[in-house]
């Protein structure tokens, strides 16, 4: 397993992708979507799958994460709970998502939708690295409502880091209820300097790496400005 990242270097991994490599982004948000879309179906076969979608990056992953198991004719819907902002590379996961009915709205019917207990297989992608602040609203309810389903027996995936999760230090950016309780994190390119720490071992379950089309060495001379 590669060494773990600080949120600097792992942001300096995605930019040297872009501009020394000529990966564009909304590239490397596919391969990794078909990276955790390949995991999920070997361990979780049919499912069904629900991501619950936040506006940034991550939502944007499990936008790109819910259309891939669909591709693949298993049961799959992503849950929107704020909408990426226009021209963004989330943005185009969400369109194409909801383009092929895949998208519902959130979170108000997420009890509803999916009452306890529900075989189901969630993926968290609300919050990815670049949260600084505590969970609210309908983030916060998402949350909750994801942490209650693990309790009654759904696993629950996080993408890149369990949502509410302060990455570089490992402790929750609100209060300890207000992050989701992983099964298993699957994070891009290198765990997360913050994964170290011991009071992180309580959300991050088990930890996967997931490629994302870059090199495997997140401080490959070729990425070293």
């Given at each position: ?28 948000m596919t ?127 996080a993408i ?32 997360k300097h ?32």
């Open positions: 397993m590669p060494d773990s990242l600080r949120l600097a270097e792992a942001r300096h991994y995605d930019r040297a992708c872009e501009e020394r490599l000529a990966i564009p982004s909304i590239v490397l391969h990794a979507a078909v990276e955790c879309a390949a995991i999920l179906r070997g361990e979780c076969g049919a499912g069904p799958f629900v991501a619950l979608c936040g506006r940034g990056n991550n939502g944007g992953d499990g936008y790109a994460i819910v259309r891939t198991l669909a591709s693949h004719g298993l049961s799959a819907a992503a849950i929107e709970l704020a909408t990426p902002r226009e021209g963004s590379d989330a943005r185009v996961m969400y369109e194409c998502a909801r383009r092929m009915g895949l998208v519902r709205p959130g979170p108000a019917s997420l009890r509803e939708s999916f009452p306890l207990p529900s075989a189901v297989v969630l993926i968290d992608a609300i919050f990815g690295t670049g949260i600084a602040r505590a969970p609210r609203g309908g983030e916060l309810e998402a949350i909750e409502w994801i942490n209650e389903m693990r309790r009654s027996g759904s696993p629950v995936y890149d880091v369990p949502s509410g999760l302060d990455a570089e230090r490992g402790v929750p950016c609100g209060a300890a209820n207000t992050v989701v309780r992983a099964s298993r994190t699957l994070t891009m390119v290198a765990p913050g994964f170290l720490c011991d009071a992180a071992s309580a959300y991050v379950g088990r930890v996967s790496v997931i490629s994302i089309g870059g090199p495997s060495d997140p401080r490959s001379p070729v990425l070293m400005e």
